[in-house]
């Protein structure tokens, strides 16, 4: 006797499993997830967007570093350049095709003379 009722428990246990799956694999049921299923699509695809979008961002950063560094150096190159040319030396050989010369004797100091009436 108990036998068959342990059989029945077992049967009734069993056919709630097929049910329950049966259940979630019948028409309505799955047309009843095709939001979930289109929301975890659209959540996949900003996935992959936001990765494609943190490479391009990464790509595009180090290209400005790269350019940074690359005018860091010109400015560099530059200023020396500017400080070479700028010596008294230097200034005397860019000036000389101008005709003029460096001054030898000290300058005059003028003074202002008031008039008084």
């Known amino acids: 006797m108990q036998e068959q009722e342990n059989k029945k ?40 967007y936001n990765g494609h979008l943190a490479d391009k961002t990464i790509r595009k ?11 860091k150096y010109e400015y560099i190159s530059v200023k020396s350049k500017v400080m070479y040319q700028s010596k ?12 003029l010369k460096e001054l030898v004797e000290s300058p005059v100091v003028l003074k202002d003379v008031a008039v008084t009436e």
């Open 61 to 71: 950063i180090n290209q400005t570093a790269k350019e940074v560094k690359e005018l």
């Open 9 to 48: 428990e077992q049967d009734l246990n069993s056919t709630l499993v097929n049910t329950g799956w049966k259940r979630w694999l019948n028409y309505q049921s799955i047309v009843k997830q095709v939001p979930f299923f289109l929301f975890l699509a659209v959540l996949a695809v900003v996935y992959i």
């Open 88 to 99: 008294q030396s230097e200034l005397i050989k860019a000036v000389e095709p101008l005709g």
